[in-house]
């Protein structure tokens, strides 16, 4: 937008380098460039402000394919004034002297214009196309028709405007038919995913069907092991008895033997203490035949006396003194 300093009588406009400007004084162009700035008479000067800078133009638009189904179509269209005194010439660029604003919507037309053409040929190519087609392949395309159509096009070219680029953005359907058309896409994806959970699941019993024959594996082996464990201790306490009753044989005959030896001994000192003692009563048998009775008597009565307990007392009575002593008394 231009920069208008009020004076009286005078005005001073400056504008940006991106703004051209074309001011006439009495019909007559006076100054014509970008980025002016110049003492004018707002009583006789006519100023007009053309934009050179590149500016963006939204477009949503809606279309019909070939299958009779609506689409929306959502593009940027990207343009600039390339003449601005063809452009001038044909749109309104004039500016109020005394504010710098437009004074018309310039660029509301230039956007009409840009809009009707691009509208025309995206319109003309998608009224050929199916939907299908359309939205996989509609977005170059139609960016590409509407890129050549508006390059090509007559009534641009007269205004002094250039289409830099055409962008699409998106090529919608209705809702319900958008709907429509992911159905079949969900379901494939569904079924991929109910296949994946079958196959994980499958895989998952054959894990636990594989782990449930390992652990089978595991308890048989480890029930024989133990049936081996069991054999083996049966067999070590066999031989464990094996060996205790052979040892409690060999100490049982070696215990005999030395019983038997020592009764042997026993049997063989009592012999020999028999015989000596027999030897021992016979010889004093012998001495004793030599001896009278009397002299016997009074020794078997010396050795009962040894033998007896303690006596107090002894009373001998007539009768039991006059055989001793009728015996003492014969020759």
Do not use: C
Not at 37 to 55: H, Q
Not at 297 to 317: F, H, M, R
């Amino acid at each position: 937008m231009a920069v208008i300093t009020r004076y009286p009588l005078f005005r001073h406009l400056r504008v940006e380098p991106t703004a051209h400007i074309r001011a006439l004084r009495r019909g007559t162009l006076s100054h014509d460039g970008a980025g002016l700035a110049f003492w004018f008479r707002p009583l006789t000067a006519a100023v007009s402000e053309i934009p050179l800078d590149d500016r963006e133009l939204p477009l949503l638009f809606h279309a019909r394919t070939a299958d009779f189904q609506d689409v929306t179509v959502q593009a940027t269209v990207t343009y600039r004034i390339v003449d601005p005194a063809l452009a001038a010439a044909r749109i309104d660029f004039s500016i109020d002297t005394d504010t710098g604003y437009w004074r018309a919507a310039p660029l509301e037309q230039v956007a009409g214009l840009l809009t009707e053409s691009a509208q025309q040929h995206g319109l003309d190519l998608l009224a050929r196309t199916a939907l299908t087609t359309a939205l996989v392949d509609g977005i170059s395309a139609v960016r590409e028709r509407m890129s050549d159509g508006l390059t090509a096009d007559p009534r641009l070219a007269e205004t002094g405007i250039a289409v830099i680029g055409v962008r699409v953005v998106a090529i919608r359907p209705e809702p319900e038919v958008e709907r429509a058309l992911q159905t079949p896409t969900r379901e494939r994806v569904q079924q991929d995913a109910d296949k994946a959970t079958f196959e994980r699941r499958a895989l998952a019993v054959e894990r636990e069907r594989a782990i449930g024959e390992n652990e089978l594996q595991t308890k048989i082996e480890l029930a024989r092991r133990e049936e081996e464990l069991v054999a083996q201790n049966g067999a070590n306490e066999r031989r464990k008895t094996q060996e205790a009753w052979a040892a409690d044989e060999i100490a049982t005959a070696a215990k005999a033997r030395r019983e038997v030896a020592l009764a042997e001994a026993q049997a063989q000192a009592a012999r020999l203490v028999g015989e000596a003692e027999a030897a021992a009563e016979t010889a004093r048998l012998a001495a004793y035949r030599e001896i009278s009775d009397a002299t016997l008597l009074g020794l078997a009565i010396k050795e009962l006396a040894a033998n007896l307990p303690n006596i107090q007392s002894l009373v001998l009575t007539p009768d039991l003194l006059a055989p001793v002593l009728a015996r003492f008394g014969t020759p």
